[in-house]
């Protein structure tokens, strides 16, 4: 049922600004059609041009061209001076070029008669100054885990109190202690762009409005009843948790292709016979690393779908998955085994029935998808969150993560040997974690249904917009 309007019986106008890179635009597209058509609301939607890589190029033209309720407002970055960051991060150094030009994002709102914002937790220091000037509540989609959120939200306090500069294990105020060796890489260097831009956005988290969080009650209890309590840190604004944010479905006859078949091969496998393996958009994993997964799976002896990314921009993607992996190794498991570097819509490939294992680096929006589909989560953390998230998984019981696993800059890989091992034991007798990561499933159904936490959460939100 719609839920809001003013007392003049108008629709609510919201105004979305995502920022850099699929894991932050895929819940922004989502959170569009949601209070859209969910939750009667117009919405648009910026669109940053030039886009950073082609998925998010054919994921923006998909999602307008499915539901053209959502508008969309353009909005073209300044120039920006790359070589002030010499080798910096592609998705840092737009983030920054977007940080740059968010005083031009003021002309571009204030002609579109906007009700409210919502902007991404990345730019929320530089997007809240314009939403003041234009008397306009801004409110942040937080597109990490309501852990990730507490981490962000207590982190400039635990620096101010950290005389000796040096980031250790981080106690959060009523969630639990994130271990040290948890804690974003980046987030041990406080020169590093990603810090500055963190601990600035930590700071300017208690002038939002309110913060949506693309989770849900069952998966973070702990996290998500301390920020609403305000325990975390003091004069918090609102937090709804509003997840699973669930998949902008297109309407019958708009279904994207796939050119590498691989719903068709997972329709002729047997039912949660088959380990999915990816490690999402935008980052990728050492040579090195690769060939050990690629041998670990193979001596698993399961099944398995593999999209394997090799570069952190898709559009330079170009190497060979042969050279990739390992003399022979495509031709050895070539009947139990698809590899691709396409594309694939991680949705479906995770309702598909087939499916029984997602060996994930546990992104964000992984795991909320794991959850959606009850399928259980292998995790090989690599980078950033993704080991306060694998975190999230092991203590939901959604999965399993052996924390002593390496991950970016530190010595040694994951053998083959210890893949094979946990992916057997997940895939083989461990019906407890199917249980569990079912019951997850329906919790996050039922969240999202009618009624349901999730669902009651974004209508309340709507109703301040
Ligand atoms: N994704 C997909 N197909 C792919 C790779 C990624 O649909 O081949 C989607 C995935 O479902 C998720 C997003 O891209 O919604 C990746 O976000 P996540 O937070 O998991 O990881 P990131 O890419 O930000 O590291």
Not at 377 to 389: T, Y
Request: net charge negative.
């Amino acid at each position: 049922m719609p839920s809001s309007g003013d007392a003049a019986g108008r629709r609510p106008h919201v105004v979305l600004i995502p920022s850099a890179g699929m894991g932050h635009l895929v819940p922004f597209g989502r959170l569009a059609v949601a209070l859209s058509s969910g939750h009667g609301c117009d919405v648009s939607l910026v669109t940053v041009l030039p886009t950073v890589s082609a998925a998010e190029s054919k994921h923006l033209e998909a999602l307008f061209a499915a539901f053209p309720s959502v508008r969309r407002l353009d909005f073209q970055l300044a120039p920006f001076d790359e070589s002030e960051f010499p080798g910096g991060d592609p998705f840092f150094l737009r983030l920054e070029a977007m940080r740059r030009s968010a005083p031009l994002l003021g002309p571009l709102l204030a002609g579109a008669s906007a009700s409210a914002l919502v902007t991404d937790i990345a730019l929320t220091s530089v997007v809240l100054p314009v939403g003041n000037e234009l008397r306009l509540p801004c409110h942040i989609l937080f597109t990490a885990s309501a852990a990730m959120l507490s981490l962000c939200a207590y982190f400039p306090t635990y620096l101010d109190a950290n005389v000796g500069g040096v980031v250790g294990d981080v106690d959060i105020p009523g969630v639990y202690r994130i271990p040290k060796a948890s804690i974003p890489q980046a987030l041990h260097n406080p020169n590093h762009l990603f810090t500055r831009q963190f601990v600035a956005n930590g700071r300017s988290l208690t002038n939002a409005a309110g913060i949506l969080v693309n989770t849900f009650e069952a998966l973070e209890p702990d996290a998500v009843s301390a920020l609403r309590q305000g325990t975390v840190a003091a004069c918090f604004p609102p937090v709804f948790a509003v997840g699973p944010l669930l998949p902008a479905r297109s309407p019958a006859g708009n279904q994207p292709k796939d050119p590498a078949g691989y719903m068709d091969w997972l329709d002729a496998q047997p039912a949660r016979s088959v380990v999915y393996v990816s490690f999402g958009s935008r980052k990728a994993v050492s040579g090195e690393q690769l060939r050990e997964l690629a041998a670990g799976l193979e001596a698993s002896g399961h099944r398995f779908l593999w999209v394997v990314k090799s570069t952190v921009v898709d559009r330079e993607d170009a190497a060979e998955l042969g050279e990739l992996l390992g003399e022979g190794f495509l031709e050895r498991v070539e009947k139990r085994g698809l590899v691709t570097k396409a594309w694939v819509e991680q949705e479906d490939v995770l309702n598909h029935e087939s499916v029984g294992l997602f060996v994930s680096h546990c992104g964000w929006n992984s795991v909320t998808e794991a959850a959606a589909g009850g399928v259980p989560v292998l995790a090989l953390a690599r980078f950033g969150d993704q080991r306060v998230n694998a975190g999230v998984v092991a203590r939901a019981g959604l999965g399993v993560w052996a924390d002593s696993w390496s991950w970016e800059g530190e010595e040694g890989v994951i053998s083959a040997a210890e893949i094979s091992g946990k992916v057997k034991a997940a895939m083989g007798d461990d019906e407890a974690l199917r249980r569990k990561a079912a019951s997850l499933g329906e919790a996050a159904a039922k969240a999202v249904g009618d009624g349901g936490s999730s669902h009651r959460r974004l209508a309340e939100f709507v109703r301040l917009c």
